[in-house]
């Protein structure tokens, strides 16, 4: 193995961040602030939905519910009695892009965090049990009767992403997978995708809060060092497409659901791009509040679309055109035709009606508002570090994207929704009340 690399600090952002790796590979970002007596451990894995092979999918998902189940010097359920019982807070969340794990905890119990994360990174195969396994797999089916199968218009993620991606890419599938794959893999499967993807050369650990660089690369060194390199570990699947879709899809569904619903849905361009950096202005004057246009012309304006279930909004998924998606709902009284009828009035707008300076202004604004939100807190810094350093190379490149938002201008906003909107290239999912076929 190479010794670690030097720490690099980093300018640009508006807290410090200094970065280091360790001889096995792990990248470790730290960002240090003394406002309060707290920190957050957050590691993201380079393994999400996109990865899965053929007859693995959900894979990456049941992991997230495997990894508090106990590893090696950890026993089940003992990971999250640690973390809450020392006055912290944790979660994991999967998607199509990556995984992550994150804790939030006194800063006297960062040590504690580190130990956790690095045992269940090395530790977790030797610990894993059939026992451990089917309990899991029939919590992942629980999630998906409540969360997908058992809400009204629950299943339109399922139901969009393989209409907006062709079979075989890798966003084609959900992240919840198919049960058919998780039932049939065995243990040992299970096993191998763990050993081949949760490695610390395919991770990115980030630190923030009350803590110092030094020690937290000295406690990296401590309990990560050991962990072995994963050598080949399998890129994903390629995503490249070579623009919108050239013929638009629907389809029509016939459920028990309270009012009659429609998404709309449009390939666009990978986050991080300045095409996409044009549709997350695009759909903050489209969809973001009582004054979007859709708001104002469906809710307000038309009284067609309730305004509690009316918007817009993109999924940024950084490894192939992300999708955009419209939606609303109709108000009582009103068909399914009349509300499908405004909405593309609406959406057409964007390419006919140049972008006003007051919307350009309030969109700018709202986005503002939320990027300074989402790094109020040490969790939401730590999160946006790791997901800048694994998906764009540099944690400090998350300085740049809401200066880029704010450049957006009227004209890129238009060029992006003539690219993007078209007709020819639409997903359209409805909802109508009634009884399942």
């Given at each position: 193995m190479t010794s670690p690399s030097?720490?690099?600090?980093?300018?640009?952002?508006?807290?410090?961040?200094?970065?280091?790796?360790?001889?096995?590979?792990?990248?470790?970002?730290?960002s240090e602030d003394r406002t309060a007596p707290v920190v957050c451990v957050n590691l993201w894995y380079d393994v999400g939905s996109r990865h899965e092979p053929p007859g693995q999918t959900g894979f990456a998902h049941l992991f997230e519910h495997l990894m508090f189940?106990?590893?090696?010097?950890?026993?089940?359920?003992?990971?999250?009695?640690?973390?809450?019982?020392?006055?912290?807070?944790?979660?994991?969340?999967?998607?199509?892009?990556?995984?992550?794990?994150?804790?939030?905890?006194?800063s006297e119990h960062l040590?504690?965090?580190?130990?956790?994360?690095?045992?269940?990174?090395?530790?977790?195969?030797?610990?894993?049990?059939?026992?451990?396994?089917?309990?899991?797999?029939?919590?992942?089916?629980?999630?998906?009767?409540?969360?997908?199968?058992?809400?009204?218009?629950?299943?339109?993620?399922?139901?969009?992403?393989?209409?907006?991606?062709?079979?075989?890419?890798?966003y084609h599938h959900s992240t919840i997978g198919s049960m058919e794959d998780l039932n049939g893999a065995a243990l040992d499967t299970f096993k191998a995708f763990h050993a081949q993807y949760y490695a610390p050369n395919n991770a990115v650990l980030t630190v923030v809060g009350d803590t110092t660089p030094?020690?937290?690369?000295?406690?990296?060194?401590?309990?990560f060092g050991a962990i072995a390199t994963v050598p080949d570990i399998p890129a994903a699947p390629d995503g490249t497409l070579p623009g919108p879709a050239e013929e638009a899809v629907r389809e029509e569904v016939t459920a028990k659901v309270p009012a009659a619903r429609i998404y709309l849905s449009h390939r666009t361009y990978p986050f991080g791009t300045a095409?996409?950096?044009?549709?997350?202005?695009?759909?903050?004057v489209l969809g973001s509040g009582r004054g979007s246009r859709l708001y104002q012309r469906l809710a307000d304006g038309a009284r067609i679309a309730q305004p509690d279930y009316i918007g817009a909004y993109g999924?940024?998924?950084?490894?192939?055109?992300?999708?955009l998606i419209i939606t609303a709902t109709a108000k009582d009284g009103v068909d399914l035709a009349t509300l499908e009828a405004g909405l593309v009035e609406v959406v057409q707008s964007l390419i006919d009606e140049p972008v006003t300076a007051d919307e350009l202004n309030r969109a700018k604004a709202l986005l503002t508002t939320a990027w300074w939100r989402g790094v109020s807190t040490?969790?939401?810094?730590?999160?946006?570090?790791?997901?800048?350093?694994?998906?764009?190379?540099?944690?400090?490149?998350?300085?740049?994207?809401?200066p880029k938002w704010l450049a957006v201008t009227a004209d890129d906003v238009t060029e992006a929704a003539r690219h993007v909107l078209r007709p020819e290239s639409r997903v359209t999912l409805t909802y109508v009340p009634g009884e399942p076929s």
């Open positions: 030097a720490p690099v600090a980093t300018t640009g952002y508006p807290w410090p961040i200094e970065t280091t790796q360790l001889a096995n590979g792990l990248r470790v970002v730290v189940e106990g590893s090696q010097h950890v026993k089940k359920t003992e990971h999250m009695k640690l973390v809450q019982g020392n006055g912290g807070s944790l979660n994991a969340t999967t998607n199509p892009d990556r995984t992550n794990y994150f804790e939030t905890m006194p040590e504690l965090a580190l130990w956790l994360e690095a045992d269940r990174m090395g530790g977790l195969v030797p610990a894993l049990t059939q026992e451990t396994l089917d309990n899991q797999r029939e919590v992942v089916k629980n999630e998906r009767r409540q969360r997908y199968e058992n809400v009204p218009y629950g299943d339109a993620w399922l139901r969009l992403l393989p209409l907006l991606y062709p079979e075989g890419h890798p030094a020690e937290v690369f000295a406690l990296a060194e401590k309990y095409g996409y950096d044009a549709i997350t202005v695009l759909s903050t999924v940024d998924l950084a490894h192939a055109p992300a999708p040490a969790y939401g810094r730590a999160d946006l570090l790791g997901r800048y350093a694994t998906q764009f190379g540099d944690p400090a490149t998350a300085a740049d994207r809401l």
